[in-house]
């Protein structure tokens, strides 16, 4: 079995200890391949039961195009559960010659904004490029549903504008998946939900008129109670002409909110509670982030959710699993208007919970909004945007989304999963880079003042391709403060008085003497070099126990480095109704200025580094060359780059082994 399909059975896993079970099969699953040392094999295209139904769909003719959508509601920025949603959904596109339709799932009248359209077509254009971005549904601006004729049957049509056929795509569409995003077709735009307002007001007085939908004066709360109790309303017989005039005049602002409402005419005391007449519309007298005032009488997701998806023509809708028993009233409704082409049908699956993690929009924003987090795009958020900045890649959460598969049972999802794909892809693309975090100094007493070395350097263990680069070497250095110990443990293979320690790519050093300042602190260590012990030297044979990394302190740049960690300190932050916000991580951040080899100034956004024997790095966005934030360096170097990197993730899982001692 590959790691991908141990992966996969993670989500199944509710017990604590299975899930314990699973990850130590799944870590020792990695630890066997990276010993191995073998490359990860390209994925095949996955298979899970959604996929199956689409291939005999496929195989059937069933549709002429598959067409499925990622339907989000503007009011907060995507998470990585929607990744694993888009994934999906633009996955199956991808696979079977489809098209995927973004659409702002739109008709709640308040509490969205034109911010998070902006964030939420960012992120799936994000994830998207290079990958399924031909895939991708859009319409022309301000484009609104064609009425047509089907079979000589009125009919509600917007079809999509599939892979910016709206202009030539801009240089950074199809590349590099680190940090450029945002592709612009400046005449498409995403579907709205709220565009097709006139069309479902239209399928609304169709139902009334075939008595199938019916305007009811109970108020919402016995509305509630009526349908718990399985109570017919005695508005339910009222005629169609009555029906009728009520609706228009609900849409005409003559009644205030919750007087009444549409209803559809279904069964009272069906065992589902959602075909106990559910509401159709309701009278809402709310501005609109799209249609402003028009409209005072707004329909209910699952009314405007399974017409939205047959206007745009969509087969396969593909949801997660809290909508199942929606299910018989989306295909109800879409049954009962007689319509002329192919219905979509509804599917769902589990969706993704995450170790360490909350996954609601809701929830996110009170981070955001009490200042818990710096925004949502804050690196220790789940957010697309924050996961972005953090450093992680596109092509990493895709890989994160393929691994865990898609199933029908909801569970946890393992955060080390995650950081698995993470690491498997930053391994392979990072350029490795000296950085020391905090420096301790090293002064070579037999190594000549003044002279500088340029030492070769590999740039990446795992691709060649990456080549060399040259660092410099001089009489002082600083080392990690912890690859020091004046009272070592026993094992102790780095620095210690009197202990010998490789430098990296350069020569053994020999630590003959501590000196610390007044008040007993370590101010440097002073040392040896076995001059002959470097590349090609007599002695670069000779075998010590330990390699440390370095910097030249003379040439060393600074940097301030974000370390992040896990938001939550335990894997269920709500478990037994617990308030996530009590197990915040008080460690998730800490900021250090780190000494940095000098070719990190030319560090670029879409890179990602290794600081050797450290962890995974990304320059943050505000980094900012020349920045004028440094006026202040009293060694008037104001006019360096300002560098900030963020911690994505450390190269090993520290957690685990934590979990193990515990
Ligand atoms: P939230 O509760 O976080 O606000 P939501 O379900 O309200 O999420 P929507 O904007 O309505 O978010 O979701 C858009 C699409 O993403 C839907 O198809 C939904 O099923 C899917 N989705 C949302 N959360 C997850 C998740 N955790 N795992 C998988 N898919 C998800
Ligand atoms: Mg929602």
């Known amino acids: 079995m590959t790691v991908l399909n141990g992966a996969r059975i993670v989500p199944t896993r509710n017990t604590f200890a299975g899930r314990l079970q699973c990850l130590r099969t799944f870590v020792s699953l990695c ?48 998470h990585i559960g929607h990744a694993k949603s888009i994934c999906l959904n633009f996955g199956i596109a991808r696979e079977f010659g489809g098209i995927c339709n973004l659409r702002m799932d739109d008709t709640n009248p308040t509490k969205e904004d034109v911010e998070y359209v902006d964030s939420i077509t960012e992120d799936v254009n994000w994830l998207i490029s290079g990958w399924a971005d031909d895939k991708l549904g859009l319409k022309a601006k301000g484009k609104t549903p064609e009425t047509i004729a089907t079979n000589g049957d009125r009919d509600f049509y917007l079809p999509a504008v599939v892979g910016g056929a709206g202009g030539p795509l801009p240089a950074s569409a199809g590349v590099a998946d680190t940090g450029a995003h945002g592709v612009t077709r400046p005449n498409l735009e995403p579907f709205y939900a709220s565009d097709y307002f006139d069309q479902i007001y239209d399928y609304a007085e169709q139902l009334i008129e075939n008595n199938r939908a019916y305007v009811c004066d109970l108020t919402p709360d016995e509305t509630d109670e009526y349908r718990r109790n399985a109570k017919e309303s005695p508005y339910r017989n009222r005629s169609a002409e009555e029906n009728l005039d009520l609706f228009q005049r609900m849409k005409a602002g003559e009644f205030p909110d919750g007087k009444r409402s549409l209803r559809a005419k279904i069964q009272v005391d069906s065992p589902n509670v959602w075909m106990r007449d559910p509401l159709l519309y309701r009278i809402r007298h709310a501005e609109h982030h799209h249609t402003g005032g028009k409209w005072c009488i707004y329909p209910m997701y699952d009314f405007a959710h399974c017409l939205s998806d047959y206007i745009e023509g969509i087969t396969h809708s593909i949801c997660t699993l809290e909508f199942e028993v929606h299910r018989p009233l989306y295909d109800w409704i879409l049954e009962s208007l007689g319509l002329p082409r192919p219905l979509p049908h509804q599917y769902e699956f589990a969706r993704l919970s995450l170790g360490y993690t909350i996954m609601s929009k809701r929830k996110l924003m009170q981070l955001v909004n009490e200042k818990l987090v710096s925004g949502w795009d804050d690196p220790r958020m789940p957010t697309i945007s924050g996961i972005r900045r953090r450093g992680v890649t596109a092509t990493a959460l895709r890989s994160f989304a393929y691994n865990i598969g898609i199933t029908k049972y909801n569970g946890i999802t393992d955060v080390a999963v995650l950081e698995h794909a993470i690491r498997e892809d930053l391994n392979k693309r990072s350029l490795r880079r000296l950085a020391v975090l905090r420096p301790i100094k090293v002064v070579l007493t037999n190594y000549p003042e003044g002279k500088t070395e340029e030492l070769d350097a590999v740039n990446n263990p795992e691709n060649e391709s990456a080549g060399k680069r040259k660092v410099p ?32 790519y350069a020569y053994i050093i020999k630590c003959d003497e501590v000196v610390k300042d007044a008040s007993g602190n370590i101010a440097e260590l002073r040392c040896t070099a076995d001059l002959d012990s470097k590349m090609g030297g007599a002695t670069s044979t000779r075998k010590v126990k330990g390699t440390i990394h370095w910097v030249s ?42 000494k940095c080899e000098p070719s990190l100034k030319d560090a670029k956004p879409e890179l990602r580094y290794q600081f050797e024997r450290l962890a995974y790095f990304a320059l943050d966005k505000d980094s900012a060359v020349g920045s004028s934030r440094r006026d202040d360096r009293a060694d008037g170097s104001a006019n360096r780059p300002y560098l900030i990197f963020n911690r994505t993730i450390t190269l090993r899982d520290t957690w685990a082994k934590e979990a193990q001692k515990g």
């Open 31 to 78: 630890a066997d391949k990276m010993s191995n040392n073998e490359h990860m094999p390209a994925p095949a295209a996955p298979s899970d039961f959604i996929r199956d139904i689409v291939a005999k769909h496929v195989a059937e003719k069933k549709y002429p195009q598959i067409h499925t959508r990622f339907p989000p509601e503007p009011n907060g920025y995507l």
């Open 473 to 504: 070497f001089s009489r002082e250095l600083f080392i990690e403060q912890d690859d020091f110990k004046e009272m070592p443990p026993p094992k102790f293979f780095r620095l210690k008085p009197g202990g010998e320690v490789r430098l990296k």
């Open 553 to 594: 302190a003379a040439h060393a740049i600074d940097a301030e480095v974000r370390l992040y960690d896990r938001l939550f300190t335990e894997a269920e932050p709500e478990k037994d109704g617990r308030d996530f916000k009590s197990v915040l991580n008080p460690h998730s951040l800490e900021v250090v200025t780190a």
